[in-house]
């Protein structure tokens, strides 16, 4: 079964910028298509971006020309590089495969001055 382990978040200022990354066990991350997602406080969780196996990508309109997804299969990791932060990207951010695997712990991003 795979499990993703995500990192890289933490306090930054508006305006700012963060690289998250997510660390996928087992041997198919390659044949997975992957996605970002994000929960906010008080909010549902969201969807932000995917990339698929092939290296196409997707984003949601809250994030589109800010954040930029990609991946490196050889190391089974998935990155999500976030420039121009806001307040409102404060939430706890996610990774996971299509369709929906285990859940990690997420990381934590903090937009604030």
């Known amino acids: 079964q795979v499990q993703f382990a995500e990192s890289g978040g933490g306090l930054v200022q508006p305006g700012g910028s963060l690289r998250l990354s997510c660390a996928a066990s087992g041997s198919i991350f390659s044949h997975l298509t992957m996605v970002w997602y994000r929960q906010a406080p008080g909010k549902q969780r969201e969807f932000i971006a995917q990339?698929?196996?092939?290296?196409?990508?997707y984003y949601s309109d809250s994030v589109k020309g800010r954040f930029t997804i990609s991946r490196d299969n050889a190391k089974n990791t998935l990155y999500l590089d976030m420039n121009s932060l806001i307040p409102d990207d404060t939430a706890v951010y996610y990774c996971n495969a299509l369709p929906v695997l285990g859940w990690g712990q997420g990381t934590q991003v903090t937009v604030s001055s």
């Open positions: 990339i698929t196996h092939g290296g196409t990508t």
